[in-house]
Nanobody, 124 residues
Framework: EVHVAESGGGLVQAGGSLTLSCATS????????IGWFRQAPGKEREAVSC????????YYAASVRGRFTISSDNAKNTVYLQMNSLKPEDTAVYYC?????????????????WGQGTQVTVSS
C-alpha cells in the first residue's frame, strides 16, 4: 500500500523559514518523481517544486526559485522542501505527490499518489 505524508507546516513570520518533509512508502522510491504543490484559498493548485529521483533533475516555480530548495534522501524515502525568505503569498496548503514517471514532470495529472496536505501560513 502506498503512503505519502507531509509534515512540517506551521505559522511563521515573513522572512522566516520552514522545512517540509514528504515521507513515502509502498513503491520503489528511486523510480519515482516527487512533487510539491500548493493551493491557496480561491486559487488553483500550482506546482512549487519537483524532483525526478531517477534523473536527479529539479523544477522550481518562478515565484519560489532562489528561496526554496528540494532535496531527496533515498535512504529514508523522504523528500524535503526547504523554504527560506517566506512571504505572505506563500501561504497555502502544501501537498506532496508521487509520480511513476522517471522523467521530471510538473503537471499534477502525472502524479498518482497524494498526501493530505500541510498548512503553511506566513504572517506579515
Amino acid at each position: 500500500e502506498v503512503h505519502v505524508a507531509e509534515s512540517g507546516g506551521g505559522l511563521v513570520q515573513a522572512g522566516g523559514s520552514l522545512t517540509l518533509s514528504c515521507a513515502t512508502s509502498g513503491f520503489t522510491f528511486d523510480d519515482y518523481g516527487i512533487g510539491w504543490f500548493r493551493q491557496a484559498p480561491g486559487k488553483e493548485r500550482e506546482a512549487v517544486s519537483c524532483i525526478s529521483n531517477t534523473e536527479g533533475s529539479t523544477y522550481y516555480a518562478a515565484s519560489v526559485r532562489g528561496r526554496f530548495t528540494i532535496s531527496s534522501d533515498n535512504a529514508k524515502n523522504t523528500v524535503y522542501l526547504q523554504m527560506n525568505s517566506l512571504k505572505p503569498e506563500d501561504t497555502a496548503v502544501y501537498y506532496c505527490a508521487a509520480s511513476p514517471y522517471s522523467i521530471l514532470v510538473i503537471t499534477a495529472d502525472f502524479y498518482d499518489y497524494w498526501g493530505q496536505g500541510t498548512q503553511v501560513t506566513v504572517s506579515s
